[in-house]
């Protein structure tokens, strides 16, 4: 029997080379007359935003760019930049860029229709205790990277001054434009970690509570796309297929975590990154291997339908072997795109092990679909720091 679930379909997502044009459109679509388009310097210099700024004012709308946005959504960019928003009077926000200038465009909506009290409070949002007094502006994103999904999922993750780590505002967009042009510009390195960030979220959308069989069929065909296409974007960035297919498969893991979820991986690669101020895509790329051997104790089909995707078919039904063979598979493709381990970037065994009980006391690492002890958490770390050896 199928498992029953809720197909969550977040927000209308226009797909398809050269989308980027109906930005304007889409915005007027949307209400806004004035926008706070909201960018960063890395997605300016490619000549993304100011291109997208005057589609946007040939529609029409009055715009306010703002490039200031910063990796991993800091709270005090998104006051800074809320500020601007009130004080201009926009009436809706553009993000335009990778997943942190789309978490920044999202919490700004939330906090420019609201006041800083929602920075402040984005626990008692993200459980449900508080709703927003005033509904956030209108938001349209237009990733510029394949990787996070975000103009598909419900949340903004900020990087939390008060709570000092990263934490999930609930925010949703609503509408999404996904031009694969617009990643054509992304650096070979940068387009292998967000490439893994997106194939973890396909990974532990699997092995979450919320798995429905939807979910679980958009995060197969994001693995098999990602195992195809990611080492032949990384390989020569201007391929339009491989890019194309890959802001495909970003889309559709965004979709499948949407509905299903992230969990172990993406908690301890939040803590890590956020410690170790290291790239969310790497932290994510280094915790798949970990969260596949511990999760073929109870998915040992999943794992070895992902061993299937990366070419390889495994005929043991031992559970062990169906880990290490599949959670191998997905380290070296990581390794052979040149993604380093956290050992390789001089985290030690014991900086790792240090943030068991963060990770632990986190309630994300608890929407995995099975039993964690903090132990299981022990040796996840362990492991992810064994496979630099
Ligand atoms: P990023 O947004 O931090 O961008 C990385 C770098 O790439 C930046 O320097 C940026 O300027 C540059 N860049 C982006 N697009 C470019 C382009 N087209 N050409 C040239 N350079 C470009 O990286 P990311 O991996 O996309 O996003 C990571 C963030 O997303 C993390 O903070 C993570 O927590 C968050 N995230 C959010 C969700 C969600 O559902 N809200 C999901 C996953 C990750």
New binding site residues.
């Given amino acids: 029997m199928l498992k029953a679930g809720v197909y969550l379909q977040l927000a209308p997502v226009l797909f398809g080379k050269g989308t980027s044009e109906q930005a304007g459109a889409k915005a007027r679509e949307l209400g806004i007359s004035k926008a706070m388009l909201i960018s960063?310097?890395?997605?300016l210099e490619?000549g993304?935003t100011k291109r997208i700024a005057s589609i946007v004012e040939n529609a029409g709308i009055e715009t306010v760019v703002w490039t200031e946005a910063e990796?991993?959504?800091p709270d005090d960019t998104v006051s800074t930049a809320a500020k601007l928003a009130k004080d201009e009077h926009t009436d809706g926000v553009i993000g335009i860029?990778?997943?942190?200038?789309l978490?920044t465009a999202k919490a700004v909506a939330a906090v420019a229709a609201n006041d800083d009290t929602v920075l402040e409070e984005i626990p008692l949002y993200l459980t449900g205790q508080k709703q927003y007094g005033k509904h956030p502006l209108p938001i349209l994103e237009i990733p510029?990277?394949a990787?996070?999904?975000?103009e598909s999922?419900f949340?903004?993750?900020v990087t939390s001054s008060k709570l000092d780590c990263?934490i999930g505002l609930p925010v949703a967009p609503d509408y999404g434009i996904v031009d694969p042009e617009?990643?054509k510009?992304?650096?070979a390195d940068?387009t292998a970690y967000?490439g893994m960030?997106a194939l973890a979220h396909a990974v532990e959308a699997l092995v979450e509570k919320k798995a429905t069989p939807h979910s679980d069929l958009l995060a197969y065909e994001a693995i098999r796309l990602i195992c195809k296409y990611l080492p032949r974007a990384v390989e020569n960035g201007a391929d339009e297929e491989a890019r194309e297919h890959l802001a495909f498969a970003s889309n559709l893991a965004?979709i499948s975590f949407n509905e299903s979820g992230t969990n172990i991986g993406h908690s301890a690669a939040h803590a890590v990154g956020h410690v170790q101020h290291i790239p969310?895509?790497i932290c994510c790329s280094n915790m798949t291997p970990p969260v596949i051997r511990f999760a073929s104790k109870t998915y040992p089909d999943k794992m070895k339908k992902i061993a299937l995707l990366f070419g390889m078919n495994i005929s043991s039904e031992k559970i062990s072997e169906i880990g290490n063979m599949t959670a191998e598979a997905v380290r070296k493709f990581a390794a052979d795109l040149g993604i380093k381990t956290f050992r390789e970037l001089g985290v030690s065994r014991e900086e790792l092990v240090s943030l068991k009980n963060i990770i632990y006391k986190d309630a994300l690492c608890h929407a995995y679909g099975g039993a964690v002890t903090e132990q299981d958490i022990e040796e996840l770390l362990i492991s992810a720091y064994m496979d630099g050896e």
């Fill in positions: 960063d310097k890395g997605v490619a993304i990796t991993d959504c860029g990778g997943g942190s200038v978490d510029t990277t990787g996070t999904g975000s999922t949340v903004s993750v990263k617009l990643t510009t992304v650096p940068i967000t960030d965004g969310h895509g």
